[in-house]
């Protein structure tokens, strides 16, 4: 796995990149935006870890400027503590994910994990070919019972195998997504390297498990193969719904909310009159837990910081809540009049209460939050200055028909979730007993998943670790709400397979915006199974599946079906002469030359390598031929290729013989010097 790691002072990135190696990562540095740009052009990533502060090109722009030309490679921001408008920014111009400095080495990792499984080319975590295993959570290769142990070196290629098996990778292709940047060996490391790796193999009983293709490179042999189960446009017209079906539940949602205060009010005075059982206490930590979430989704931050703080008093020992009595209790108190003042008027007004207390927190840390809906961006922004602690949203994110199963025991929290996601297209469907899950999850079949952390029955956690161990669901994305902020936590959230979580109270504008960022990305990612991302064209697997049915189509209806493989000339001595870099760009380009004269019917994949083959229904041998033809004098001048084509039924009942007839062709026209077509 290959990461770019963009940040401009030099002892944190050193500090990153010594880590992300040590976890078998390859790390290649960029000083500034410019050079990150540079590298990003050049280079194939999985991964980038991006600053946001950088000289020349900042990050926010460097992200746009990727994402305008299309790359989807996985960004991960660096971004401030307190930098809440730099979080926004990043997340709507397209980053994946944040993690705030200083970066704490666990979560980072966590994160990049999370990231790198939702865009390997596997969609479970485990790597697996026959017997063969590999964690890469844990870095542990298995073959059978007997582990392996590979240098940081061996277990890379092992790794790039497996994300890759059906492929062929030649030397250069390896060394190009293997090893850094500046360390740039000859190809003679890789034979070296894989030849260690075959002794080790062997030993623990993998025999031949790498193959020599000759005159290409490297794959998996196929006979050990036991592959895996893989499974609103917004208007001034939708604020006023959303204030409106935000205003509608606190009606409803008041009255329950007064009896949980009200079961702290109890506490507090038990507390004050020194017998406060640690049942009450533990049953009063579960109802300021809940009210910390819920109170703030209703735009009552003041109310959700209250409940936090007694909830923290809560979790401590008894003799420690009687210490603090006194401020429990004013705690409760003030938290009770927030609730009791907080109308649907005032709600559906200003879609966030405007109220005055006298809580027992400093003033500024109790600010609600406001919530700007507006087409007009400038317009939002300019009022998110006057505002203190505003977040703005572009409407224009919004999306349709987006079926997402939250669960958590809060109904008042799962209710606020449906009235707030639903204006915003997210269909909701909400469940309040985690023990029905796997039935609701069967029926509603949803493209999200949202957890809460702590519930009775079964926890957050261990629903996330039974997702990713389910073959029929291991893809599906996993995002959690919490009120725990700690390192640990956080830590248990990414190792059971989570894919991110937002913290409770919970920031409408961010969890739509991580909620749709999720979505699309993983729609994005099951479609690039089917894709080749280096070339955008069609991939191995897919296109067998695409050219067996033009054959069966073919066999019914009488017609013709030519089968074209096409190899680049001499791309080893054209990597040579200017670098990795230059490979893969002349691959892309030609990948895309193909995709655009041949018909949108035609099968045009990637096979691995710089070999391409093209499936031509209804196509005869002599009109194939022709249409290759036409593409010579627009690459005449910077590459040549060769070609062999061959034509069902005449060569060939089946793709695989069809295959090896025009193979034999293309071996023969390089033979006699490339740059043909027979």
């Not at 499936?615 to 249409?627: H, R, V």
């Amino acid at each position: 796995m290959r990461i770019l790691l963009v940040e401009d002072d030099e002892q944190t990135a050193v500090l990153l990149a010594n880590a992300l190696t040590a976890q078998h990562y390859v790390v290649d540095r960029a000083p500034d935006g410019q050079a990150a740009w540079e590298l990003a052009e050049s280079l194939t990533y999985d991964l980038i870890l991006l600053d946001i502060m950088l000289p020349k090109l900042d990050g926010i722009s460097l992200l746009k400027r990727l994402r305008s030309q299309g790359q989807r490679v996985p960004v991960l921001l660096l971004t401030a503590k307190e930098a809440e408008n730099d979080k926004v920014m990043g997340l709507d111009a397209g980053a994946d994910d944040y993690v705030v400095k200083p970066v704490r080495l666990p979560e980072l990792a966590a994160r990049i994990r999370a990231l790198l499984r939702r865009g390997g080319a596997a969609t479970l975590p485990i790597l697996q070919w026959g017997n063969l295993r590999l964690d890469p959570s844990q870095c542990e290769v298995t073959y059978g019972d007997r582990p392996l142990s590979l240098t940081p070196k061996e277990y890379a290629i092992l790794e790039f195998f497996l994300r890759h098996g059906h492929q062929v990778h030649s030397r250069s292709a390896i060394l190009d997504r293997l090893w850094s940047f500046e360390e740039a060996p000859g190809e003679e490391t890789v034979t070296a390297h894989i030849k260690g790796l075959r002794q080790k193999l062997k030993a623990a009983g993998a025999i031949d498990l790498i193959e020599t293709v000759y005159g290409l490179g490297y794959r998996l042999n196929p006979v050990e193969l036991k592959p895996p189960v893989s499974p609103p446009s917004a208007d001034s017209q939708k604020q006023q719904e959303m204030r409106a079906f935000v205003a509608k539940v606190w009606d409803k949602a008041k009255p329950n909310l007064l009896q949980q205060v009200a079961t702290l009010i109890e506490a507090a005075q038990m507390s004050i009159a020194g017998d406060l059982p640690e049942e009450m206490q533990q049953r009063a930590r579960q109802q300021a837990h809940k009210l910390a979430g819920s109170l703030g989704t209703y735009g009552l931050g003041a109310g959700s910081e209250l409940a936090k703080l007694i909830e923290t008093i809560l979790e401590l020992e008894s003799a420690s809540v009687s210490a603090q009595k006194d401020y429990f209790h004013s705690l409760a108190t003030d938290l009770q009049q927030l609730v009791e003042s907080t109308d649907s008027q005032s709600l559906q007004q200003q879609n966030s209460p405007s109220l005055e207390v006298t809580p027992s927190l400093p003033k500024d840390e109790l600010l609600p939050l406001l919530l700007l809906a507006d087409s007009d961006r400038q317009r939002a922004e300019q009022l998110a200055q006057e505002a203190n602690r505003t977040i703005a949203v572009d409407p224009q994110a919004a999306r349709t028909a987006i079926s997402i199963l939250a669960v958590d025991d809060d109904r008042l929290l799962l209710d606020s979730l449906c009235t707030l996601l639903e204006p915003w297209g997210l269909k909701v469907t909400a469940l309040d007993r985690p023990g029905q899950f796997w039935e609701v999850l069967a029926q509603t079949n949803p493209e999200l998943v949202v957890l809460d952390l702590e519930m009775p029955e079964v926890t957050g956690i261990e629903l996330c670790q039974a997702i990713r161990d389910d073959s029929r669901w291991g893809w599906l994305p996993v995002l959690f709400l919490t009120s725990k902020s700690d390192a640990k936590s956080i830590q248990q959230i990414f190792a059971a397979g989570a894919d991110d979580y937002v913290s409770k109270p919970i920031l409408v504008p961010e969890l739509v915006t991580r909620l749709l960022n999720r979505l699309e990305r993983s729609r994005m990612l099951r479609s690039q199974a089917e894709i080749d991302l280096l070339t955008g064209v069609t991939n191995w697997q897919k296109s067998i599946q695409d050219v067996n049915k033009y054959l069966l189509l073919a066999r019914r209806s009488q017609q013709p079906l030519s089968l074209v493989v096409l190899e680049i000339d001499n791309l080893k001595q054209l990597n040579q002469q200017s670098g990795h870099g230059a490979g893969d760009r002349i691959l892309r380009e030609f990948g895309q030359l193909l995709l655009a004269k041949f018909r949108r019917e035609d099968v045009v994949s990637r096979w691995g390598g710089a070999e391409f083959v093209v499936g031509l229904y209804g196509t005869s041998k002599a009109e194939a031929i022709e249409s290759l033809a036409e593409i010579l004098p627009e690459i005449k001048s910077r590459i040549t290729f060769s070609a062999g084509v061959a034509q069902y039924p005449d060569d060939g009942t089946d793709l695989q013989t069809l295959y090896r007839s025009a193979q034999s062709v293309l071996c023969q026209e390089r033979a006699a010097g490339g740059d043909r077509l027979e």
